[in-house]
């Protein structure tokens, strides 16, 4: 599945998705559309499936995930927010393209606006597919536009490099997935329409890939 945020229509949309079904909605607006859709990919999902949510950072996909009613969460970050026992969720400090986790320890794993941030593609996806389970699926997000928008190295939210990934990089992305075992259902990119995202003062929309992990 590749779906790409088109509108502040589909925003609204996921908003009051959301908020009609009382389940919690993102302090970035924009991110509703995230949340909205991994929601659908998760409805047939049994709430007991493990679910690690790699590069959790203050861990709102978490939070969301268990008011979807999952009690087997896991999320790993370098950097962690301070916690407590009383979580429904287990958190690691670690690096998520080398992590600890034993192979095939997870039904999903969730990485949502974190591969633009200086991730090694190749060890991102070699890992996952290490980590989950025979015809595990990986949901995927990140800062997308079909065409480049050059992103200053000097500008580095949360002390990181950040890039907005173009068309021809997401096929390269989706590519490096392939060979690493993921198959992925629909091979055609959808056109952009709206940059429905300003940061930094950097125009751009969101793009979804749900892969599944071939054996």
């Known amino acids: 599945m590749i779906q790409v945020l088109q509108s502040w229509l589909e925003i609204g949309n996921a908003t ?3 908020q009609h079904q009382e389940l919690p909605t993102h302090i970035t607006v924009q991110k509703n ?3 909205f859709l991994l929601a659908q990919q998760l409805l ?11 590069g959790c950072g203050d861990c709102c996909t978490l939070k969301f995930l268990a008011a979807l009613g999952f009690t087997n ?3 790993i970050d370098l950097h962690l927010p301070p916690s407590s026992s009383t979580l429904p969720y287990k958190l690691h400090q670690g690096d998520l393209m080398n992590t600890s986790f034993p192979d095939e ?10 591969i633009e941030h200086g991730v090694d593609l190749k060890a991102f996806f070699h890992e996952a597919y290490r980590i989950l389970k025979p015809n595990g699926m990986l949901f995927v997000t990140t800062d997308y536009w079909e065409d480049k928008v050059e992103v200053d190295s000097s500008i580095q939210p949360f002390g990181l490099s950040w890039q907005i990934f173009s068309k021809p990089q997401v096929e390269e992305a989706i590519a490096i997935a392939q060979t690493c075992g993921f198959d992925l259902e629909q091979d055609n990119i959808p056109a952009c329409t709206d940059k429905t995202v300003t940061w930094y003062k950097k125009d ?4 979804a890939l749900t892969f599944k992990k071939t054996t």
């Open 73 to 75: 969460l896991s999320g």
């Open 44 to 54: 047939h999902t049994p709430e007991q499936s493990a679910i690690l949510d790699l």
């Open 33 to 35: 559309w995230d949340q």
């Open 16 to 18: 009051l998705s959301l």
């Open 204 to 207: 751009y929309t969101f793009i």
């Open 105 to 114: 320890s997870f039904d999903w794993a969730v990485s949502i606006s974190v």
